[in-house]
T-cell receptor
Framework: GENVEQHPSTLSVQEGDSAVIKCTYSDSASNYFPWYKQELGKGPQLIIDIRSNVGEKKDQRIAVTLNKTAKHFSLHITETQPEDSAVYFCAAIGGGGADGLTFGKGTHLIIQP | SAVISQKPSRDICQRGTSLTIQCQVDSQVTMMFWYRQQPGQSLTLIATANQGSEATYESGFVIDKFPISRPNLTFSTLTVSNMSPEDSSIYLC???????????FGPGTRLLVL
């Protein structure tokens, strides 16, 4: 089955700086890679996703890049703000769309004022 | 995205008892999933709730411990049976989005077993 590795486990950045979180996956058949943000006491919120036919996707301050050859994908957050503080999870899913997601272990992002 | 609600939002239960968690979505969806998130950990898929047939369980999860119902396309339940303190977790349901792979999560049910 799929295995997703995520690092770092904790990331502390100054407000206004950029943050990068990296994930690798093991199943070359995986073709969909979402990122979730989870705030304390809440369920995970989908913030951006990318499919295997695309190398990069951007949504305002958030971007995701995918390298299928190396089987890794990354989340980039620019101009970080205090409300970006949360736990971020990467995930992967195989083909077919009927499968559940395999999650990374999460990154606790701390934005220092 | 769909609006997903879960009941209860949290509960404290005694070991040996069972708790049924409800998941309601505001639109019809084909796929619903149940995940477990142990304290400070990531999410692990328990099972896929199939409408009109038995749920499909992941390795390490069995129907006797986590029976699932899916009576229609907007509702599902997960029961945590014969609970022990190790079952203390957040239980989350998710539903597929318009793009099949996309999944949206409910707010979760926080369970503490004493």
């Amino acid at each position: 089955g799929e295995n997703v590795e995520q690092h770092p486990s904790t990331l502390s950045v100054q407000e206004g700086d950029s943050a990068v979180i990296k994930c690798t996956y093991s199943d070359s058949a995986s073709n969909y890679f979402p990122w979730y943000k989870q705030e304390l006491g809440k369920g995970p919120q989908l913030i951006i996703d990318i499919r295997s036919n695309v190398g990069e996707k951007k949504d305002q301050r958030i971007a995701v890049t995918l390298n299928k050859t190396a089987k890794h994908f990354s989340l980039h957050i620019t101009e970080t703000q205090p409300e970006d503080s949360a736990v971020y999870f990467c995930a992967a899913i195989g083909g077919g769309g009927a499968d559940g997601l395999t999650f990374g272990k999460g990154t606790h992002l701390i934005i220092q004022p | 995205s769909a609006v997903i609600s879960q009941k209860p939002s949290r509960d404290i239960c005694q070991r040996g008892t069972s708790l049924t968690i409800q998941c309601q979505v505001d639109s019809q969806v084909t796929m619903m999933f149940w995940y477990r998130q142990q304290p400070g950990q990531s999410l692990t898929l328990i099972a896929t709730a199939n409408q009109g047939s038995e749920a499909t369980y992941e390795s390490g999860f069995v129907i006797d411990k986590f029976p699932i119902s899916r009576p229609n396309l907007t509702f599902s339940t997960l029961t945590v049976s014969n609970m022990s303190p190790e079952d203390s977790s957040i239980y989350l349901c998710s539903v597929e989005g318009q793009n099949q792979e996309t999944q949206y999560f409910g707010p979760g049910t926080r369970l503490l077993v004493l």
